[in-house]
């Protein structure tokens, strides 16, 4: 079991900048290779980035390339989504999520283990 606890939503105005963080519990956090996924207002479930599990590997959406940059500290249980130049349309709630696959997979299913989410709010 993997419980993931998210935090570092707010409300910014367009072209600020946010640092997401998901805390997660138990000694298997190197088992899982990490995603964020995002939420907006009627809107599905969108893959945002992922992360490796030694961190060495990232994917992102093509929408975030370039302002968006997931890592990971596994000493600490933690990962990271550091979100630059935000745009209104980035808003929605965040989730990070746990899975075992070793490649990057944008696909709901493939990820076990989901965090509460964190709301993040872009005003332009």
């Known amino acids: 079991q993997v419980q993931l606890v998210e935090s570092g939503g707010g409300l910014v105005q367009a072209g600020g900048s946010l640092r997401l963080s998901c805390a997660a519990s138990?000694?298997?956090?190197?088992?899982?290779?990490m995603g964020w996924f995002r939420q907006g207002p009627g809107k599905e479930r969108e893959f945002v980035a992922w992360i490796g599990r030694s961190g060495g590997s990232t994917d992102y959406v093509n929408s975030v390339k370039g302002r968006f940059t997931i890592s990971r500290d596994n000493a600490k249980n933690t990962v990271f989504l550091q979100m630059n130049s935000l745009r209104p349309e980035d808003t929605a709630v965040y989730y990070c999520a746990a899975t075992r696959r070793v490649y990057s997979t944008v696909d709901r299913s493939d990820y076990a283990y989901w965090g509460q989410g964190t709301q993040v709010t872009v005003s332009s």
């Open positions: 138990g000694r298997t956090f190197t088992s899982y290779a």
